[in-house]
């Protein structure tokens, strides 16, 4: 971790102090409000729960501590990405997509952003730059791509992208600021699903928008303010509390991945391993230019179906479950999700157990399916 990053990470839990009076509670209280009181002219104070709330305000000042940008926060990631497409985009403009990425942004795009008269088009995230921008209004990336782990050089696709007269927005889910900084990189906005790691029980869904640019916040925050897409008071006082110990399990699932990446490069039941850390990955050298760390998630194949859904239902510390950041090491096999991936494609999220207790059970699973 960078000077500057464990910097970031040790205020991070004491960004109310300035703030406290005597007497007051250290840890974020709760406000549970849909109405505050305001006589006469209350511009400038809390008035109603669908413009503002103590809570949210706590939750955006400790992601943009985070992101060193002004944060809008949202009720789940794709309001984050809805607020980005819906608050910018207009008839008649042209966006471009992963073809490889998170399956719902392509869905929102087809389903609601092409009746709008907004076009879109698809292309892989390993060739993103391929083809280049013009006649884009936005470009949107995720990298590495969820589930297969692909990268994209995002200062390049920025600087391309803005040679082009277009936005670049980055998905940085997979990675949390602490693994990646895109807008250090050059992006104009992050979009981000804290339901992951930043909140880290999977127990609330919530997400961000982050940017540097004023007139970028101000169309969000418009958008969420008129379409109702706020987050609820408790849901935000759940991702505070989480985000104070981000570091400290982002840092252990990162370490643990790395250890438990490289002895699955030498099992016989894996095929088609991909983690940005291991020296063999296509993406290696690029992660290690642009990544702060590897990441948690690890995807790779095994020979059927069945032998992926045995591997991931044996595993006695494993979770069978969507989504992925959690405490509790979960996998899924992500073709029943829709992914154009082969039938035993598993996506790993290694959580916070010991890593050679968690080893243990991984290696004795998949014992049990390479026969």
């Known amino acids: 971790m960078s000077e500057t990053a464990k910097s970031r990470a040790a205020a991070l839990s004491h960004l109310r102090r300035g703030r406290l009076a005597k007497g007051d509670p250290i840890p974020l209280p709760l406000t549970m409000a849909a109405i505050f009181h305001a ?39 794709m309001a984050a990405i809805s607020a980005v497409f819906f608050g910018l985009l207009k ?26 008269g907004v ?17 884009y209004r ?78 970028i916040i101000a169309a969000v925050s418009g958008w969420r303010e008129t379409s109702g897409s706020i987050p609820g008071p408790f849901e935000a006082w759940l991702v505070h509390r989480g985000l104070e110990t981000l570091e400290v399990r982002f840092d252990r699932m990162c370490a643990s991945a790395e250890i438990i990446a490289r002895r699955l490069e030498n099992h016989r039941a894996i ?31 095994l020979a059927s179906e069945d032998k992926a859904e045995d591997f991931i239902n044996n595993c006695a510390l494993m979770q069978a479950a969507t989504s992925f950041g959690g405490v509790h090491t979960s996998a899924e096999r992500r073709a029943k999700r829709g992914d154009a991936v082969p039938p035993g494609f598993v996506r790993l999220s290694v959580g916070c157990e010991p890593v050679e207790e968690l080893w243990q059970a991984i290696e004795a699973s998949l014992d049990g399916v390479s026969g």
């Open 91 to 116: 008839s008649g403009d042209r966006i471009l997509l992963p073809s490889d990425g998170y399956h719902t942004t392509r869905a929102l795009a087809d389903r609601f952003l092409k009746p709008f």
């Open 39 to 77: 006589p006469g002219d209350a511009t400038g104070f809390d008035q109603y729960g669908r413009f503002s709330n103590p809570t949210w305000d706590a939750v955006e000042h400790m992601l943009a501590h985070l992101e060193d940008a002004p944060c809008v926060a949202f009720p789940s990631g």
């Open 138 to 215: 936005l470009a949107f990336v995720e990298t590495p791509a969820n589930p297969g782990l692909d990268i994209c050089d995002i200062t390049a696709v920025a600087e391309a992208a803005h040679k082009a007269g277009a936005i670049l927005v980055v998905d940085n889910t997979t990675m949390t600021p602490f693994g990646q900084r895109p807008l250090d990189l050059g992006a104009d906005i992050v979009v981000a699903a804290d339901t992951k790691a930043p909140n880290g029980h999977s127990d609330v869904l919530f997400g961000h928008v982050a940017s540097r640019n004023e007139d």
């Open 271 to 301: 095929k088609g391993l991909r983690f940005p850390g291991l020296e063999s990955d296509p993406s290696h050298n690029l992660a290690r230019a642009q990544m702060e760390r590897f990441g948690f998630l690890i995807s790779f194949v």
């Open 119 to 135: 076009a879109y088009d698809v292309r892989p995230t390993s060739t993103f730059l391929d083809g280049g921008f013009d006649g």
